[in-house]
């Protein structure tokens, strides 16, 4: 026999728990936690929880908690009831609020848990003991392995206890199986449905209240889905026309951005244009990023032009800086990422004059599809 807590014990309501700290929260439902029991001391019909009733409303009761190895002789006390518990994880006996808790030291498995009170009446007429009062109303909590069985009244004595047994015993039963599967089955429906309607919600504020169609609604996160929110026409027509043609528009939208910053002019960048066109890799300096742009900016015959900073708030951002990113861009092996990340370059290089680019765009898709 183990004696896990022993002494004096504050209880509050009337009310300490046992509880495994491992499981569900614990959320203190004295109808869930009596329902369908014949007795009202010891509530175990919740899983993982020990809701025990004391006569003293506030204050310090005597509390002694024992684990046996098998059944123990009774206590002896006035009143006596016993209910099945299982332990899985940490048990704890916990007071209200939380504020102190002896861990019970429970090794998993089935338990039988016998409570005792003494002296019931005397805490509940007494309703609340301050420091320094003569002690009252007692109790033991015992443990031994046993399988499950229905909970018992052992031994009732005093007025309090009948009251209690009385509430356990008009409670509502316990919901079935069937109930608790409906009820989570509900839950899941709407949690789900909540979830849903917060996407919803959060896809209107991001495209501006009016939801575009497929596939641009089913863009991933990237360059083209940003776009697609300043022209989804523009991007849902690329998609539709296929990656051949996004592809293609990618290297058309890369010269507009080089020729609108006069970029074109320059003999090597041309030479990286052309390779852009025909498909081959990029030549030298291209092929490494560094050198590429160490290039750019040491090279007197590059222009050097500014238009507004992408976040709108200057005027001093190196136009040749905002366009150089599209030749890169537009050579990526993913045709989508080539078009958004090359049109997000070519955007930055126009500045305020972005809805040239688009008009621009348009027409320059057009042409690759006929449809001008």
Known sequence: MRTVVHGDVHVHYGQIY??????????????????GQRNGL????VPGTLFLITGLHTGEVGFTAEVHSSEPPDSGGEDVVEASFRAEGRTVLVTWGGSDRWDLELAPGDYRVRYSGTAMD????RDTRLGGEPPLDSYVLQFWPAPAAPDVVVRETSAIAAYWHGFARNLPPPPTDEELAAR???????????RAKAQHEQLLREWGGVLPASPVLDLPPGSL????????????????????ICRALARRVAHLAFERARLDGVGWIAEG??????????????????????RLLADPDVPHTLVRTPDGRHDNALQQAMAF???????????????GRTLSAAGHAYGDDRPQLLAEARAALAGLTGSG
């Open 18 to 35: 046992v509880h495994d700290e491992d499981g569900e929260p614990f959320e203190g439902d004295l109808h869930a936690c009596f329902a």
């Open 225 to 244: 889905r940003e776009f697609a929110k300043l022209d989804r026409d523009l991007v849902g027509a690329a998609i539709a026309a296929g990656p051949e």
């Open 325 to 339: 990113p599209a030749i890169f861009a537009a050579s990526h092996e993913d045709s989508l990422e080539a078009l």
């Open 184 to 194: 989570w089955e509900a839950r899941q429906q709407a949690e789900e449905e909540a």
């Open 273 to 294: 244009l052309r390779a852009l066109d025909e498909g081959i890799p990029l030549p030298p300096p291209f092929d490494d990023w560094t050198a590429a742009w160490d």
């Open 42 to 45: 010891c509530g175990a019909a």
């Open 122 to 125: 005397a805490g509940r007429e």
